[in-house]
């Protein structure tokens, strides 16, 4: 019976993750063809048949450069794929120099008030509603004490942490698969356009994923297992959470893991898997209570590190007129009542009066879909968007490029779930296609914003490499021997 659960909720998982990389492949194909359309006077089959022909010299250039890669020795590659990852990023941030801009101005201004003891700029409502960006901010500011107020230092930190990234991708998708599919996968998350063109930007995202992926690949590897691991999977957790608050979905993810490795027989492995997970949990929230304790003691904040605006995601995600994008007009209504319970109410009232039209939630949510995974990432804007005039040419490459790059990783990872269809997987490649899952369905709830997409790019760079390395294989692109050596 419990094999039969298992093999039930495996085919489930991929159907379902099929049926979403499908749709993401459609509108990321349709937003690319209109581009082409728009942007080159090309008709709409010239313009179909343009993508068809760039993916095709895409793929083609991935298969010539996995060809060549396989043959390095693994310290050659892994140097190599270091050195450029690296070197890329820093040439961009030494290129192009991008001022702090919305949320990240407020913590870049927030850190520099911490550094002097000026508490005015974290005493505003931002901070009083989203205290949990306080760990940043004081990460921040922790850089400014030691290397000054220019941005320079956080900004070749985000090239350090890109890195990291970078390396454990290619360590996790070799531990999934093979060291041919880990080399994939570091190979198209070094050159993926927004995982580069961010690191000028003083966001929060590249020191979380940094964490939340090193801790994935110690669960990965030998977290059941091994009689220590669980301590640190849980403070790299609550690391990457206290730098941007991911931690309730990702608790979530592992979960999900923890309970596909207790579905296996055996009393023993049982307990080991819920005493693994319930101090995962633990040592979680021990550290986030620490952290929030010493900030308050400090006088950083009079609250915990908390969202203590927890409905804002939902009105924003619930507005139809924006397709649950930013809304000026629902930030100004709900700014005018006090901030607690009155306003909880007001939220409350208008995601009711939102969701009451089910065919509107239906258009509403294919809409977010589209927003989120279809249209160009704004990545290049956020990046960028202050060289508006004088780089249009550059913008308008970088725009169509990423969705190419998007559509064959979407490719690879179809490929991977097609192929793989007939055969169980087990729960370490399972637990990314439940990663992805997830974070597309809650997207379909909370706010949309394509720069939310940089938390997942590195697990479908790990999934769509897996796909290519299973369609090399049942093309007999690869011998029996690289097959299992990768």
């Not at 040439?91 to 919305?102: G, M, S, V």
């Not at 520099?112 to 009083?128: H, M, N």
């Not at 590249?206 to 690949?217: E, L, P, R």
């Amino acid at each position: 019976m419990v094999n039969g659960l298992n093999k039930g909720l495996h085919k489930l998982l991929m159907i379902i993750t099929l049926s979403f990389f499908g749709l993401m492949f459609y509108f990321s194909w349709r937003t690319e063809q209109q581009y082409i359309e728009e942007q080159l006077r090309f008709s709409n089959l010239g313009a179909f048949a343009l993508v068809l022909f760039l993916l095709i010299i895409l793929g083609a250039l991935l298969f010539s450069l996995s060809y060549y890669i396989r043959k390095l020795k693994s310290r050659t590659f892994l140097f190599l794929l270091i050195f450029v990852a690296f070197s890329v990023r820093l040439i961009w941030i030494l290129t192009i120099n991008t001022p702090p801009a919305t949320d990240f101005r407020a913590m870049y201004h927030g850190a520099v008030g911490i550094l002097y003891g000026d508490w005015a700029p974290i005493q505003r409502e931002y901070f009083y509603s989203w205290p949990y960006q306080l760990g940043f901010t004081a990460y921040e500011s922790f850089l400014l004490s030691l290397f000054g107020e220019e941005t320079f230092s956080i900004k070749f930190l985000n090239v350090l942490y890109g890195v990291g990234t970078v390396f454990f991708t290619y360590k996790i998708a070799s531990l999934l698969l093979n060291e041919f599919a880990g080399r994939i996968a570091g190979i198209f998350y070094t050159f993926y356009i927004p995982a580069i063109v961010m690191t000028s930007v003083l966001t929060n995202q590249y020191i979380a994923i940094f964490f939340f992926y090193w801790a994935f690949y110690l669960l990965l590897k030998n977290g059941i297992n091994h009689k220590w691991n669980w301590i640190f999977i849980g403070i790299l957790l609550a690391l990457g959470d206290i730098m941007r608050p991911l931690g309730a979905f990702i608790l979530l993810a592992v979960s999900c893991y923890m309970f596909l490795a207790f579905l296996k027989k055996g009393r023993i492995h049982k307990g080991r898997v819920v005493k693994k997970l319930i101090g995962i949990f633990a040592v979680f929230y021990f550290v986030h209570y620490l952290v929030s304790a010493s900030f308050i003691a400090w006088g950083i904040t009079e609250y915990p590190l908390s969202n203590r605006n927890p409905l804002w995601k939902f009105v924003l995600g619930f507005n139809h007129e924006t397709g649950g994008q930013y809304s000026v007009d629902d930030a100004e209504y709900v700014a005018r009542y006090p901030l607690g319970t009155e306003r909880n109410g007001v939220e409350q009232e208008l995601i009711k009066k939102r969701l009451e039209d089910k065919s509107e939630v239906a258009a509403l949510l294919w809409k977010k879909f589209n927003n989120m995974w279809g249209i160009r990432d704004e990545s290049i804007f956020w990046s960028m968007g202050h060289q508006k005039e004088s780089a249009q040419d550059i913008h308008k490459v970088l725009y169509a490029s990423e969705r190419m790059m998007f559509l064959l990783l979407l490719f690879g990872g179809i490929a991977y779930l097609f192929l793989s269809f007939r055969v169980e997987i087990d729960k370490k490649k399972a637990f990314f296609l439940i990663l992805i899952l997830g974070y597309v369905l809650v997207h379909l709830l909370v706010e949309v914003q394509t720069k939310y997409r940089f938390f997942i790019n590195p697990a479908l760079a790990i999934i769509a490499s897996l796909g290519f390395v299973t369609l090399f294989c049942h093309t007999k692109l690869l011998s029996d021997r690289e097959r299992k050596e990768g």
